[in-house]
């Protein structure tokens, strides 16, 4: 079992003598990564904040290894802990080197006197993030994505044994979202880094953590695994969102379904209807999805956007009473859309509704 580095007790946090959040017990392990995830001011920068001591407990303890957060000193928690939070640095005639080295503060001495052993870690952290082309910028003068990767830099290149992330994605963009998430995986694998972080990319969150944290409406709700996180619909619970516009197995959201009659009857199945499903739903086109198989990959979207879909059971040919149900819709619908171009044994009978449209003159021109 791996080490616990950092852990909580009935931590309560808040502002001044407002409880936010209570009952919290945390454990961060090294070489795990620890992800809080919840709606928009439910209060997981503050548990960051009160974690890495820039706000106080509210009630209960926070322990780092051994001893209390509050027993620690200044010097040796900032060798053991980074800190990357949200909010503008203040920051005045600095290049973005003087802000990376910055992270090697705890180790230069009163003077400030970086070694050259500090210049190189600094160095190094620069090229990992990919900022070293940015080394002699004002940091005042580059664009967000680049001072959130510059303070990143700053952050790692301290070493620490924890690392504390918050929205450390919010800037980035998809490119450097994923080679951050690689990077962090790194830390986590080679360097046996604990690092704990608000997420709000939730896709990322399930595919990147050990453990998540979910915060609703004061209090701490529920503690898992992604895989126990990321099931039975308790995500769109926890954000308000319709179970459907939620995709638990890919984490992904689609647009909320609009519902009226059909007007379009749209042929799918193996992921060929995805685009015409988003496209319809752009343009607000209520329509019905068939046949799709359970255990189709285009299931989850087609069960978000349709306003119906004609579902078979898992591997089993398209049923004859399906084949019927669906010609009968189609009947009622003013265009078929066709999406798939190849038919096998499982959805012949998705080809017979391909004969019908055309029979029915109901068939969209490019659409074959
Ligand atoms: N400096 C502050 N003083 C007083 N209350 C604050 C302060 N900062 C945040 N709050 C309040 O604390 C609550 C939790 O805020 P917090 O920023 O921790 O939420 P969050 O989960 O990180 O939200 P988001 O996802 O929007 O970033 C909110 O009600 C917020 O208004």
């Known amino acids: 079992m791996a080490e616990i580095i950092l852990n909580t007790e009935k931590l309560s946090v808040g502002y001044g003598k407002r409880i936010i959040l209570s009952g919290i017990d945390i454990s961060a392990e090294r070489g795990k990564i620890l992800t809080l995830i919840g709606p928009n001011g439910a209060g997981k920068s503050t548990v960051l904040k009160t974690i890495c001591r820039q706000l106080e407990p509210l009630g209960g303890a926070v322990y780092i290894g051994k001893n209390r957060l509050d027993e620690l000193k200044v010097d040796t928690l ?29 180790y230069t001495g009163k003077l400030g006197i970086l070694s050259s052993d500090d210049r190189k870690k600094a160095d190094e952290a620069m090229a990992i993030v990919g900022v070293a082309g940015l080394a002699d910028c004002d940091f005042d003068s580059i664009s967000d994505g680049q001072r959130q990767r510059v303070l990143l830099a700053g952050a790692i290149c301290r070493e620490p044994e924890i690392l504390i992330l918050d929205e450390p994605t919010t800037f980035l963009d998809i490119r450097y979202k994923l080679s951050l998430m690689t990077l962090l995986k790194r830390l986590v694998a080679e360097k046996n880094v604990a690092v704990i972080m608000s997420l709000h990319e939730l896709e990322l969150a399930q595919r990147v953590s050990d453990n998540i944290l979910c915060i609703r409406e004061n209090s701490p709700d529920r503690y898992g695994t992604p895989e126990e996180i990321f099931s039975g619909g308790y995500i769109s619970r926890l954000y308000g969102v319709s179970e459907s516009s939620f995709c638990e197995a890919y984490g992904s959201s689609e647009l909320e379904k609009l519902e009226g009659k059909p007007e379009v009857f749209v042929i799918g199945g193996g992921g060929s209807g995805i685009s015409v499903y988003r496209k319809l739903r752009r343009w607000g086109i209520p329509f019905t999805a068939g046949i799709i198989h359970e255990n189709d990959i285009e299931y989850p979207v087609a069960a978000a956007l349709a306003a119906d879909v004609i579902t078979e059971r898992a591997f089993e040919p398209v049923s004859e009473a399906n084949v019927r149900k669906a010609i009968e819709i189609m009947g009622s619908c003013r265009s078929v859309i066709c999406a798939i171009s190849h038919f096998g044994t499982m959805n012949d009978g998705c080809r017979r509704l391909l004969e019908e449209a055309k029979k029915l003159c109901i068939l969209e021109k490019g659409e074959t």
């Open 78 to 106: 900032a060798k053991s802990v980074s800190v990357l939070l949200t909010g503008r640095v203040k920051t005045e005639f600095m290049r973005c080197r003087d802000v990376v080295e910055m992270g090697r503060y705890p």
